[in-house]
């Protein structure tokens, strides 16, 4: 179950992989960004979909100094792991993209406010950069998308991720012994 777009910014679900996990491919630009793990913990895979949901509801101004996402994104990528200030930190911290634990561990994403809009920008850590202690092979892969859709395919998969996580947590509770469904061998 695919919500928003690959191309674009996109979660797709697949809830017949793991019992016990939420798996979930997450695009940015055409780019899964977690193909290495997309095995999600669900309570917090739900809370983080709504703490970003959250953050983007209302239209912001771009951060200071922005000019495009490709460039913003390399400032913000210099200022996060080079030798910068305290003061320049503040902008790419705001702008910081798919914190989302250990599935979106491989990516250093920002998502730079504009409006009704929204650029997205990411690397991942095989891509190289400051980050990771080696020059860029190539660009971020960016992403401007409507701000609105964006939230809006945050909340429907955040209704999905807690639905499937609901369902899945009564089908156990009712398959054990001495449940109140009748179950109880006794």
Do not use: I
């Amino acid at each position: 179950m695919l919500f928003g777009s690959r191309g674009g910014f996109g979660l797709e679900f697949r809830f017949d992989q793991d019992p016990g996990l939420l798996c979930v491919d997450v695009f940015v630009g055409g780019l899964r960004v977690n193909a290495r793990d997309n095995a999600f913990y669900p309570p917090l895979l739900v809370k983080k979909l709504g703490d970003e949901a959250g953050r983007h509801r209302e239209p912001a101004a771009p951060p200071d100094g922005f000019t495009t996402p490709a460039e913003s994104y390399r400032r913000a990528e210099q200022g996060l792991y080079d030798e910068a200030g305290p003061g320049d930190r503040a902008e790419p911290a705001r702008c910081a993209f798919l914190e989302w634990g250990e599935c979106t561990d491989d990516v250093l994403a920002f998502a730079f406010p504009d409006g009704d809009r929204l650029h997205l920008a990411c690397r991942l850590r095989a891509d190289g950069g400051p980050a990771w202690g080696t020059g860029p092979r190539h660009g971020p892969t960016v992403a401007t998308v409507d701000r609105a859709a964006f939230v809006a395919t945050l909340d429907r998969a955040r209704a999905a991720a807690a639905g499937e996580w609901s369902a899945r947590l009564t089908a156990r509770l009712a398959a054990r012994p001495g449940s109140p469904d009748g179950t109880d061998p006794a």
